[in-house]
């Protein structure tokens, strides 16, 4: 059984930072697609950053602010300059499920349960 659980959410000023964390387990191919999607009350999940087909993509308003990484079943969202529109429930994703693009959330197979990210200004 796939498990997907993510942590370090949590709340900060704008302009501060924040790591996630999820780790999967279950899932016995450690060069899967892995990413990171957020989403908001009433919005669709949309992409942040990935790693997808063996390259890393990022979300235009992330970049250079967010940064993600990998070590074998446990994936990282490094988060830093912070802003109040980054606020939202984070999920972690794994497992490629159909080719949709990097960013799509069709694309991954498996998920966690999110964790909450508040940023006030």
């Known amino acids: 059984q796939v498990q997907v659980v993510e942590s370090g959410g949590g709340s900060r000023q704008a302009g501060g930072s924040l790591i996630l964390e999820c780790a999967v387990s279950?899932?016995?191919?450690?060069?899967?697609?892995m990413g990171w999607f957020r989403q908001t009350i009433g919005k669709e999940r949309e992409g942040v950053a990935t790693i997808y087909t063996g390259e890393i993509f990022y979300a235009d308003s992330v970049k250079g602010r967010f940064t993600i990484s990998r070590a074998n079943q446990l994936l990282y969202l490094k988060m830093t300059a912070l802003q109040p529109e980054d606020s939202a429930m984070y999920f972690c994703a794994v497992g490629r499920k159909i080719r949709q693009g990097a960013l799509n959330h069709h694309s991954f197979l498996y998920w966690g349960q999110g964790t909450q990210v508040t940023v006030s200004s």
């Open positions: 279950g899932y016995a191919d450690d060069a899967a697609d």
